[in-house]
């Protein structure tokens, strides 16, 4: 996974495309987004249709963690 910042103002903040373990031709994108605090939202279905933090989700904040220069 590659986390990356866009080149154009927004509310994004960072995201990175993640692929799916159980069918590596699936992918998704995890987004940080900054509103009053920091939200983070991927468009799998686990998160679409459950609404909470899914196992993409806690792959990019490990990742950002461990490469603290992005």
Known sequence: ???R???????????ARVFSES???KEYTVVKKRY???VYICNC?????RG???KH???F???EKNNKRI
Do not use: G
């Open 36 to 38: 009053t605090k920091y």
């Open 5 to 15: 910042v866009p080149k154009k103002r927004s509310s994004v903040v960072k995201y």
């Open 52 to 54: 909470r933090s899914c």
């Open 1 to 3: 996974m590659e986390i």
């Open 61 to 63: 904040k490990t990742e």
């Open 45 to 49: 279905p686990d998160y679409m249709f």
């Open 57 to 59: 989700i806690r792959q």
């Open 23 to 25: 069918d590596t031709n």
